[in-house]
């Protein structure tokens, strides 16, 4: 957010697109991506820490139906309706180190969950993309 912030409103150093792209393409494109985005993580959050279980298990109802990470799917789609808001470029490159730096946290968490739950969790994974929804089933 920092970088998106200081290139978008105070240096304004890679948001040159926004004199060719309207407010309002611009401003609908975010809000396209944002709602999305925070409906994820939002419910992701309340299916993690918002929920009692009584024994640990995987969770793959709910957005965790249609992916297996929904708050940082969340968090990218966040990030995206941010950088569509100010087209700020500089944002958009540092987003994609974001998404690596995401797949690499979900792939270590994965670990962790399939030594935890062993089959249960593979099974998960072949019907559940990791940050995006499987296209087709495998």
Do not use: Q
């Not at 926004?18 to 994820?40: C, D, H, K, S």
């Not at 089959?119 to 296209?135: A, C, Q, V």
């Amino acid at each position: 957010m920092g970088v998106w912030i200081t290139d978008s409103f105070i240096f304004k150093y890679s948001t040159f697109l926004n004199e060719v792209v309207p407010n309002t393409i611009r401003l609908i494109a975010a809000a396209l991506v944002l709602f999305p985005g925070w409906y994820l993580a939002r419910k992701g959050m309340k299916a993690v820490f918002g929920t009692a279980r009584e024994e640990p298990g995987v969770i793959n109802t709910g957005v965790f139906n249609i992916v297996r990470h929904p708050i940082y799917t969340g968090a990218i789609l966040f990030y995206l309706g941010a950088i569509l808001s100010t087209l700020s470029l500089a944002s958009a490159a540092f987003w994609a180190l974001i998404i690596t730096f995401y797949i690499m946290i979900c792939r270590y968490e994965e670990r962790i969950l399939t030594e935890e739950f062993g089959n249960d969790y593979l099974e998960y994974k072949k019907k559940t993309g990791m940050l995006f929804p499987k296209l087709r089933s495998n």
